[in-house]
């Protein structure tokens, strides 16, 4: 109920179901709670609704941005102390970490990103050509930090952000003082077996299909099938606002791009085990069978890692259960 209650003091927007939230059967809890993380922060995208946001409840400096040489990357900073850094997954951007700010920046300085191609950032036209692979928004990352002058960073990631985050400790070990992992996709972990192998063939195809409704320049389908892909139904399109809806086609030509350069293969099981910052992996507990399969698989192979389960949430994970995510991530980071 609580994020219910944030979503229509921003907006005004009530969730049709969120309110008969635990009435749901078991299939209905797991497709849910990623659905809710997406409602909250994209009803957020308008002008209005975000000032008023960062006014009244997370934000209270506007957003800001720096000049990493070939990009503008916008942001938002809360507190002092040890730098934490988000880093957001797809279809998505800093917003998704609102839940996140208040709490992590009492002890912190708490930085959310928006990586390279999201909004509010300058996004490229249909049809151009542009690098969206996990070492090129490392790149961004490492450079982001140098221009902020933070020599190394506890850098949490979701999904898309966590890769990133991971190519970020094999390639500059440096910077990283810690990882938190929310389900990064490493096919390198999950091929070789009839199960993993048959999981990445159906999420390759599903990206696929995906892909050919967007080059038809239906943005709506490719949506609706990206929706069915991660949550199980499209009827998350059909049951929020339209200004929601656009706010998910406002961050859709970078999550195509992955979905076409299909870069989850390119971090080795060598490299992984290569790495040496403490890291927490985070997996939800209704999550796909693709993501648990990763974040176990990732726990025997990262040499310093602990692996917990978040109960009551799939793949949204730090907003659909915030107060234990941000739990289970600044105990792990304040122990260190």
Known sequence: MYIVYICKGLSGIDIPFAKSYKTHSMNRLKFIPFLILLLVFE???????????????????????????????????????????????????????ALQMDTIAINHRAIAISRRNAWPNRQPEKGESFDCSAESHSNDLVKFMEALDIPSAHLIGHSYGAMTILRTAIDHPQKVRSLVLGEPIIEALLSGSVKGDSLITDFHNQMDVATSLYEKG??????????????????????????????????????????????????????????????????????????????????????????????NASHGLQGTNPSEFNRLSLTFIDDL
């Open 43 to 97: 009803a957020c995208k308008t002008k209005q609704s975000i000032n008023r946001f960062k006014t009244e409840s997370i934000y209270t400096d506007q957003t800001k941005s720096v000049d990493i040489g070939y990009e503008k990357i916008h942001y938002i900073e809360k507190g002092n102390g040890p730098p934490v850094i988000m880093v957001h997954g797809a279809i998505s951007d800093y917003d998704v970490w």
């Open 218 to 311: 239906n943005k709506e389908e490719t949506i609706r099938h990206f929706l069915a892909t991660v949550l199980g139904s499209d009827e998350a399109y059909d049951a929020v606002p339209q200004k929601i809806r656009e706010g998910w086609k406002q961050n859709l030509v970078e999550t195509i791009c992955v979905s076409e350069n299909k870069d989850f293969a390119s971090i080795s099981r060598e490299e992984l085990e290569q790495i040496q910052a403490p890291t927490l992996l985070i997996k939800g507990e209704f999550s796909p069978a693709y993501l648990t399969l990763a974040s176990d698989s990732l726990n025997t192979v990262i040499p310093n890692s602990t692996l917990k389960i978040l109960p």
